[in-house]
């Protein structure tokens, strides 16, 4: 496929209009607008990605729009761009030796919203999401994500890694497998707030995996919903595995949690966090005090392949 220049001018009253898949590929290839605005004006069908940039003779599909290769050679996406509720449907990415992958490899200080990225194959390293791999200082809200993503470490339904990242709205159904750090949402999250974003897709790790977030550090989840079934070895949360100075309000699991060690039904491992666990009655021998959660009903169920067992509610609670 050509690419193709959209019309627009990159600013915001008049800004680049993607309309097809060739003004992705020209967006994907031409840094030098990365910190400029668009808006989608279609639905794009990006089947044919599955068949791009073939290395050794095997397709490693879509190129990111930011990348980071090393300390010395790197470019950020610090645009905006909004999908206007449009599709971006089929994409592709297999790039398993590669950090920061997903439709946006390398986001800073930018602003991500209303985009739509279903049925996707996303492959990558460390921080690897399907719509951003690693995320720094960002403005993210009504995504919604469906398909696939598999990688290494830091690796998440929408965003692999999120450091001081605020993400509203937002929805994933996608499968998400990983080895460390692996969330329905985000694999890694600092310093970063949740708010009202659901994860309805199955989540497989290893060390640090939860239903939001895999690892949330000093981070806030509110109002945030999963439904999808956590299975890990090591720090497993139908909400967050590790939780660490992190605060958790008015969430919800309803998800069955599987770990081989220590399983909570919110939370694997935590320390020192805003936890309080209303209305579910049990010990939590595994959180580090001062530990508290705001009205956060947990109605899906623990099987730790160690020490089987459910969470239930004290009766005559609600």
Not at 8 to 23: H, Q, R, V, Y
Not at 116 to 143: H, M, N, P, Q, W
Not at 177 to 190: A, F, I, P, Q
Request: proline share 3%; aromatic share 8%; glycine share 14%.
């Amino acid at each position: 496929m050509i690419p193709v220049k959209p019309t627009g001018s990159g600013t915001e009253d008049n800004p680049w209009k993607i309309a097809g898949l060739d003004n992705l590929l020209w967006l994907s290839q031409t840094e030098s607008v990365w910190g400029d605005c668009f808006i989608q004006t279609a639905d794009i069908d990006a089947e044919e990605t599955r068949y791009w940039n073939e290395r050794d003779g095997i397709p490693q599909g879509f190129s990111p729009i930011g990348f980071w290769e090393s300390s010395d050679l790197f470019r950020v996406f610090e645009g905006r761009y909004n999908g206007n509720g449009h599709k971006i449907r089929g994409l592709y990415i297999s790039r398993g030796d590669s950090a920061k992958v997903g439709l946006f490899g390398y986001v800073w200080k930018a602003v991500l919203e209303y985009v739509r990225v279903v049925d996707a194959v996303i492959v990558g390293g460390k921080a690897t999401g399907i719509l951003a791999g690693d995320c720094f200082y960002s403005e993210i809200r009504g995504i919604r994500c469906t398909g696939a993503v598999t990688g290494k470490e830091d690796v998440g339904g929408l965003a692999g890694s999120a450091s001081d990242c605020r993400f509203s709205c937002c929805r994933s159904s996608a499968s998400v497998n990983g080895k460390k750090h692996v969330g329905g949402l985000v694999g890694s999250g600092r310093d970063s707030l949740l708010r009202g974003c659901r994860n309805g897709g199955r989540v497989i790790g290893e060390d640090s995996v939860g239903g939001l977030v895999g690892w949330n550090d000093h981070s806030r989840l509110s109002s945030c919903r999963n439904s999808g079934s956590v299975d890990g070895k090591k720090s497993v949360g139908g909400l967050a595995g590790w939780n660490d100075h992190s605060r958790i309000s008015g969430c919800r699991n309803r998800g069955c949690v599987r770990e081989i060690r220590t399983s909570l039904n919110a939370t694997g491992l935590d320390d020192h966090s805003d936890l309080r666990f209303v209305p579910v009655d049990f010990d939590a021998k595994f959180l580090t005090e001062p530990a508290k959660m705001f009205s956060c009903p947990l109605n899906g169920y623990v099987i730790d392949l160690r020490h089987r067992g459910e969470l239930r509610e004290k009766p005559g609670k609600k």
